[in-house]
């Protein structure tokens, strides 16, 4: 059996970087899983802190979402 040639692919979301062979790139969804060239290592999905968990959504009415904007300046005076 030949060596198949292998390569390291990412996930968008979680960032999550694994090595796969030429057939398995060819079945994944390339929206998803993007190939990466350079110096990397493999690391496990639990080990990866970005992503959408990263980052928990602030409740509604809690406040917290207050500090993402900026407040409107007061209307100047006449």
Do not use: C, L
């Not at 692919?9 to 899983?33: F, L, M, P």
């Not at 639990?46 to 993402?68: L, Q, W």
């Amino acid at each position: 059996m030949s060596d198949a040639k292998t390569m390291f692919v990412r996930h968008v979301q979680t960032g999550q970087i694994k090595k796969v062979t030429e057939e398995q790139r060819a079945t994944q969804d390339k929206n998803y899983w993007v190939r990466v060239t350079g110096d990397v290592e493999e690391t496990k999905p639990a080990d990866v802190a970005t992503g959408p968990d990263a980052t928990p959504e602030p409740a509604e009415g809690d406040g917290s979402a207050d500090n993402k904007t900026t407040s409107k300046p007061p209307a100047p005076k006449k």
